[in-house]
């Protein structure tokens, strides 16, 4: 019997966000947006979906004068993400 | 990309986190600008010091003054560098601190050179090893965890060897620890 996948990450953009903020400390809003290749709206809503969920921590602060949005993982997510990856192992091995 | 995606299989799964984790990693190459930089900054005042010792200059050492402008210029490009980033990475985080740490070790042994008689380049070739060493793991590159290996052995070299040979000692150690892996480093084919 597979467990089920956390449905809030078996998304295309929310995975990619998931992953690249798993592989680093912190990441800005316009790095995420380059490299899912999303648009500034959409990724606006996943990143708050993540963010209500509890998955990551959303930062906003100002570089000189232009607004900055830092997001990074938390550890909820963190246990999130990992569940989510052995589940998708048991459904590669099986 | 898409936002909902419920039909994703294991495998489109597995290659969006593949992808991802491939898209984050930083760029090693960056760094060999610090190793090249500083490792022609200090060969040239090794071998600026063993030539104003071999002339009878009796302050050979002011050569060493060399190092404040390249402070000022790698603490100005890390700043710019810093301010341009826009991910932070735990490789990132350990590899400054690790560099802040010896900065401050090399300045502790400068302040206190007259206790040692100024007999310091065996000293700091030797402790370069620990930074030096530890950047080739952080970066899984091999040629500077052979660098690392080679202060070591040239800061023995220079414990055996006298005074006024020891810049010639230094020059190549850096040589090998630095320029060589900082070229190998830049022109290195992303993996």
């Known amino acids: ?94 | 990309m898409k936002t909902e995606s419920e039909n994703l299989t294991a495998q489109q799964s597995l290659d969006i986190i593949t992808a991802m984790i491939r898209e984050a990693k930083g760029k090693a190459q960056k760094n060999a600008f610090y190793f090249l930089f500083w490792g022609w900054i200090i060969v040239a005042a090794n071998l600026g010091m063993f030539t104003l010792t071999q002339l009878g200059y009796r302050h050979p050492y002011i050569v060493w003054l060399i190092t404040i402008p390249a402070w000022i210029i790698s603490l100005y490009r890390g700043y710019r560098h810093g301010k341009e980033e826009r991910i932070s990475t735990h490789f990132g985080t350990v590899s400054m601190w690790l560099w802040i740490c010896f900065g401050i070790c090399i300045f502790t042994l400068v302040g206190f050179g007259h206790k040692l008689n100024y007999q310091l380049n065996p000293l700091i070739m030797t402790i370069s090893t620990i930074p030096t060493f530890l950047s080739g793991v952080l970066l899984r590159f091999r040629p500077l965890m052979f660098g690392g290996a080679a202060f070591w052995v040239f800061g023995i070299v220079g414990f055996l060897t006298p005074a006024e040979w020891q810049p010639l000692i230094g020059a190549s150690a850096i040589l090998c620890a630095y320029i060589v892996p900082g070229y190998l480093l830049k022109n290195r084919k992303d993996q």
């Open chain 1, 1 to 94: 019997m597979f467990k089920e996948l956390d449905p809030l990450l078996h998304s295309q953009l929310r995975l990619a966000i998931m992953s690249l903020l798993m592989s680093v400390e912190s990441a800005e809003f316009t790095f995420l947006k380059d490299k899912t290749n999303s648009t500034a709206g959409n990724l606006s809503v996943q990143l708050d979906k993540l963010s209500e969920a509890g998955y990551i921590n959303i930062e906003k602060s100002f570089k000189g004068k232009k607004p900055l949005t830092t997001c990074n993982v938390t550890k909820k997510g963190i246990k999130a993400f990992e569940d989510y990856v052995n589940t998708l192992k048991q459904y590669i091995n099986k």
